[in-house]
């Protein structure tokens, strides 16, 4: 019985372990050759941060970069502040409106993302506003917004209502109200809500590529036209994206281990 | 005159006309364009052009297979991951389950790009030079990869729930383990199986990045064929994507819709 159940466990660990590493291996792959001397993956010539050097000297890649990052950022302020009002307003309203709104917004979550993209651009030709900064705006708020509602909604759920009544006997304005007694109830999920808008507004490749004005580029749209489509300048080009690949991974263990041990640390405090 | 006291109702209409102009109306612009022609004139070619074509409805049928495939494999590995991970009692098991969602946060492309790098890699290596050929193999391996934590996290937060009394009354009762397995925690995690399979299925079967970047622009799926005829005929992409848009509100339908709860990337972490 006893032994059986170590086998058991080793295996257990084992099949973790093993899908674990097979996540892991591209990425570790490219964080390694992105500090050889050569371009090339499978020999390595010799230790160079010749390719971090490339990174932050080739204008174009730290264009596409600080483009990618502005315009996650700028999606994501925007999409937290419109899916936080209208989930606050889709919570007092009638259950009618509330299940329309609802449903609409429900639409870009399970849509295939090429579908709302070529929607949106073909409805922002027709009416002539063709492609442009606030077109991609726009489109990376139809995909975002909606997670910002889905995780501000439970937050005010679980709300204690009788409070902001509370506050409105004390003499409140109803907008003080809201902000000084509703939102600080519910700014856990607007945090949740900012973070996700980021995370999907920096991932997304499809719509950026339809709604984006000419010459615009991203991360995503750079390294898939760098790929698919060889240019002569390439091969250099791809070496300083593993050094990109290693840097944004690197950053994400840090944010991640650094978030957990302050709230391992909070929780002990609490204690 | 008196001014009209502010109600927190009012707060849904940005967001209500934000849905309508950019979300609903571009949907009508969708249906209608499918149902024209180029001259705007009221038309169902499209929508028999595109049912009589044997090549379009052969790539669509590999599309299908190829989404299905991807989805039994994230499956058959996700669901004993998530159940290992559900019921360990190690203390800190959700690092573990973070380490499984953590590459999410690297940008999409890069990491596809990363898969690629690797299969080159490989591909050179003695033995293994079936692999630069390969390219459906690729693909489906490059889209299990990427979407796998779609179908871990909402296999891991249903199961998570099972109540574990369940467990130990089940044993009581003299089940075996795999008969407790089979009838306590395989029925009773079918909300996370319905989710997972809809979340895998659908960018698998639309995600044309993944296809176009490791299956040498060898492999269409259906949200290829859209965006091509985004270039030339929007007509037909507009048909396409209108079946399309049937096809995915149908079966989340029947699967019981999305919960929030059990949201995508790690909202409820």
């Known amino acids: 019985m006893n032994k059986k159940h170590v086998v058991f466990k080793c295996l257990k660990a084992f099949l973790v372990g093993l899908v674990l590493l097979v996540i892991y291996a591209p990425i570790l792959l490219l964080a390694i050759y992105s500090f050889d001397k050569t371009n090339m993956i499978g020999r390595f010539e010799g230790f160079s941060l010749t390719h971090y050097a490339a990174l932050f000297q080739n204008s174009k890649v730290l264009g596409m970069i600080g483009n990618t990052f502005l315009l996650a950022f700028l999606a994501a302020i925007l999409s937290t502040i419109l899916g936080t009002v209208g989930a606050l307003g889709m919570f007092y309203t009638k259950k009618r409106v509330k299940m329309l709104i609802h449903g609409a917004s429900q639409i870009p979550v399970i849509n295939a993302e090429i579908v709302t993209a070529l929607s949106l651009t073909v409805t922002f030709v027709a009416v002539g506003l063709g492609r442009s900064y606030f077109t991609l705006l726009i489109g990376h708020m139809v995909i975002c917004t909606p997670f910002v509602v889905l995780s501000v909604m439970p ?34 999920g607007v945090i949740s809500g900012f973070m996700l808008a980021i995370t999907l507004s920096l ?7 339809y709604t984006r004005p000419a010459g615009f580029e991203t991360i995503s749209t750079y390294v898939y036209n760098a790929t698919t489509k060889g240019n002569a300048h390439t ?13 944004i991974f690197v950053i994400i263990v840090l944010f991640v281990v650094i978030s957990n041990l302050s709230s391992i640390r909070k929780k002990e405090a609490s204690k | 005159m008196k001014i009209p006291r502010f109600s927190r109702k009012t707060l849904c209409i940005p967001y209500a006309v934000f849905l309508i102009f950019f979300v609903i109306v571009p949907m009508l612009v969708i249906f209608f364009y499918a149902f024209t022609d180029s001259n705007m004139h009221l038309s169902f070619n499209n929508f028999v052009k595109f049912f009589s074509d044997p090549t379009k409805l052969s790539t669509i049928v590999y599309s ?3 989404a299905l495939i991807t989805t039994v494999i994230c499956l058959v590995i996700a669901y004993p991951v998530a159940y290992i991970l559900a019921r ?19 940008n999409f492309v890069l990491r596809v790009n990363a898969l690629r790098e690797l299969f080159n890699l490989l591909s050179s290596l003695d033995g293994m030079a079936w692999l630069a050929g390969s390219n459906y193999f690729k693909t489906v391996f490059g889209m299990v990869y990427d979407f796998l934590p779609f179908m871990i996290l909402p296999l891991y937060t249903t199961m998570l729930k ?7 009354a089940s044993a009581d009762l003299g089940a075996s383990g795999f008969a407790t397995f089979t ?27 993944v296809s176009d970047m490791l299956g040498n622009a060898k492999v269409t799926i259906i949200g290829k064929f859209i965006s091509d005829y985004f270039g030339n005929d929007w007509h037909m992409g507009s048909m396409i994507a209108l079946i399309l848009l049937i096809v995915v509100f149908v079966s989340t339908w029947f699967t019981g819709g999305f919960k929030s709860e059990e949201n995508v990337r790690g909202t409820s972490l």
Do not use: H
């Open chain 2, 64 to 66: 299908l297979v190829i």
């Open chain 2, 162 to 168: 099972i109540d574990p009394s369940l467990y130990e």
């Open chain 1, 235 to 247: 091969a250099v080009t791809l070496a300083s994206l593993w050094a990109l690949t290693t840097i």
């Open chain 2, 88 to 106: 360990s009692t190690m203390k800190r098991k959700f690092v573990i389950l973070m380490l499984f969602v953590l590459p999410m946060w690297i």
């Open chain 1, 203 to 209: 991932d997304d490749y499809i719509v950026t590529m």
């Open chain 2, 183 to 209: 009838r306590v925690t395989i029925p009773l995690s079918v909300p996370g199986i319905m989710s997972g399979v809809t979340m895998v299925a659908l960018p698998s079967m639309t995600n044309y990045v």
């Open chain 1, 155 to 188: 937050k005010l759920k679980q709300m204690d209502n009788s409070l902001y009544e509370a506050a409105l006997d004390l003499g409140a304005s109803p907008f003080k109200a809201l902000w000084k007694v509703v939102l600080p109830q519910i700014i856990p």
